[in-house]
């Protein structure tokens, strides 16, 4: 039996922590809410985030990160990403006193704004400078939703070391959960952030009444604008052709179960940025990896007009039509570039 703990609370940490002990395995389940601790453990559900869900009865919640992490093999980070570097460096100091080094499983899709780092440049920062193949990344087309009804669903685990990522492979797959693995974490984190950007224009369109046209034409031109940053990152180029790049941008622009597609609904709609985050109950990533994007572009001098637009609407104050009508006149030029 491995034991592990999840770090997150939320619909997609609690969800993982279910099926993980549905595999068998010792789960911590770490939050910050008591209400919510208290109801897992007593009543096996978690209300606040996952409605009419049973919980496997064997997840035990905890608001202690010590009692979280004793003993654990694997630490699954699932935060948003604006939390993850003050949570790693509570997590080094436990470690530091234990002497051990789990392995570190990441379930956050973002990009920090200011530093612009991946979750595993922050990992490196804060817990492992010379550990990296003990990081492994999940990602791909999942919803916790869809996760939780058992639906079937494939996920990439990658990492420098395609053993661990192998070993990660054996202990998160089930008859339900199917995982790949990689070699190209910086690759698969790239897709998982910038999708959620993506996803935020998709969402704007729907609610502003465009059709099916304009939703493939703007994740076809999304794609190209996450390949370019990926690459410019150090990713490799086929990486995202597969689950963590189109697959996990055709799940996140096309369901209403994506939390950035909403947002963006509500804002094609008319409706404030700070209202829709106020209303969202959760976080919206897209809308902070935005501005790590934005600094990139700048940074790189790369294209990518779908990116700024949405930053400038956020953040600029921008007209969504304005912003569609400068995309749809921008120079012409070939679909595929060399």
Known sequence: M???AVLGAGSWGSVLASMLADNGHAVELYGNRQEVADEINQKHSNSRYMK???MNPKVHATLDLAEALAGSDIILFVLPTSAIRSVAKQVKAILDQSGSKPYLVSATKGIEPGSKKLVTQI????LY????????VLSGPSHAENVA???LTAITLASTSLDNAAKMQRIFSNEYVRFYTSNDPVGVQVGGAVKNVIAIAAGMLAGMGYGDNAKAALMTRGLAEITRLGVAFGGQPWTFSGLSGIGDLIVTCTSVNSRNWRAGYQLGQGQKLADVLANMGQ???GATTVKAVHEICDKYSLDMPISEA???VLYEGADIKSEIKLMMNRQMGPEIRI
């Open 310 to 312: 949405i930053y400038h």
């Open 129 to 136: 400078p010379d550990n990296s193949d003990r990081m492994i």
């Open 123 to 126: 990992f490196r920062d804060e």
């Open 2 to 4: 491995t034991k592990i």
């Open 149 to 151: 009804q058992k639906d």
């Open 52 to 54: 009419d869900w049973s």
């Open 283 to 285: 976080v919206v990533e």
